[in-house]
Each structure stands twice: as structure tokens, then as C-alpha cells.
């Protein structure tokens, strides 16, 4: 299964019109990628497993979907404030696949990360730890290097989603990714 998922994930992300997604700034056209991106695992998710993650913004201010993989990003969204997307579940601990802006040095940029909640608690809080997928500045972003990034984990996510148990992400992302924090 975790082969068929892959080809599936790379026609869906093949789908994506990336000469045509555009935006006033760098960081809008990246945010617009990332929720095409994202569209289009929640949709292969809800196809394949009959699950629908949860995200925010919720997926239809996001876009449209017009079927056959089909989505057009909500273009009355200003994707030039929007700090982060989320998609994520949970199956006795929440995970949650974010694309965050971000600065660092006063230098803007994107981040895809894993953030997995743990079995600590902090003054009764659930404490989250957040796994590297993909970091770079936002002019040199490369949606090829995004993609191939999460085209990595899918499989493994794919299967916590399927049997809805924690291990098979959780394994993945403390094996093979850097914590970066929580």
C-alpha cells in the first residue's frame, strides 16, 4: 500500500498548476502551493481511508473542489496574512502536518513540519514536538524540494490515518527528522 499511496500522492502534487499559482508576493504564491497542497492530501486521505482529517482554514475557505482532484484556491483569501496551514488528526494523540511562515533574523520563511503531540504534559497541557520536513527562506523556496520532502513521511502517515493508531508517524519522524522543538 505504501507504494500505491505515493504514486497516488505524486499525480496528486503533479496536478497542481504551479506556473499559474501566483501572488503579490513571494510569500502569498508559497501559501496558495502549500493549501494546494494540502487540498490535495486531505482529499486523497478522505478518498482512500474514508477519514477526513481535520484543517485550518478549513479546507472549503481554502478552495473549491470541482471534482477528479480538481481544486481552485479561494481567491478572496488574502494568502498574504495567512501565518500557517494545519492537517491533522487524532487518534488518542493529535498530529498535525503545519506549513508555517516564519522569521528568523528578520529573514522570511517557510517551514513544513510534523508537530506530534507526546505523552508529557505540561501544567496539564499535552506537549507537542515539532519535526523538521522542510526549511528555507522564502526567495529560495522550491516546491520540488517541499514535495519531495513530505513524499518521504506519506507512507507512514498514510498508515497511522489508515489503522488510526500513533506509531507508524511517530517512529517515522523520530527516526528520520530533526526535532526542532516544541
Known amino acids: ?11 496528486d502534487i503533479a496536478s497542481i498548476p504551479i506556473a499559474r499559482v501566483s501572488g503579490d508576493d513571494e510569500g502569498e ?3 496558495k502551493l502549500m493549501a494546494h497542497m494540502f487540498l490535495r492530501v486531505w ?13 485550518t482554514p478549513f479546507q472549503y475557505s481554502l478552495g473549491m473542489y470541482h471534482g477528479q482532484m480538481n481544486w481552485a484556491v479561494n481567491e478572496a483569501l488574502n494568502f498574504s496574512e495567512l501565518p500557517q496551514i494545519e492537517l491533522g488528526a487524532a487518534y488518542g494523540r493529535k498530529h498535525v502536518l503545519l506549513a508555517e511562515r516564519y522569521k528568523a533574523k528578520e529573514e522570511p520563511r517557510i517551514r513544513l513540519v510534523f508537530s506530534l503531540e507526546e505523552d508529557e504534559e505540561v501544567k496539564g497541557n499535552p506537549v507537542s514536538v515539532n519535526y523538521l520536513l522542510y526549511d528555507s527562506s522564502l526567495k529560495g523556496f522550491k516546491f520540488e524540494s517541499a514535495r519531495e520532502a513530505l513524499k518521504a513521511a506519506v507512507p507512514k502517515w498514510f ?24
Do not use: H, S
Not at 500500500?1 to 499525480?11: H, L, N, Q, W, Y
Not at 482529499?43 to 484543517?55: C, D, I, S, Y
Open 1 to 11: 500500500m505504501g507504494d500505491e499511496i505515493v504514486r497516488a500522492f505524486e499525480a
Open 29 to 31: 504564491r508559497i501559501m
Open 159 to 182: 498508515e497511522t490515518v489508515m489503522t488510526r493508531t500513533d506509531a507508524p508517524l511517530w517512529g517515522y519522524c523520530k527516526d528520520n527528522l530533526e526535532c526542532v522543538g516544541v
Open 43 to 55: 482529499t486523497r486521505f478522505a478518498v482512500e481511508t474514508g477519514q477526513k482529517l481535520t484543517m
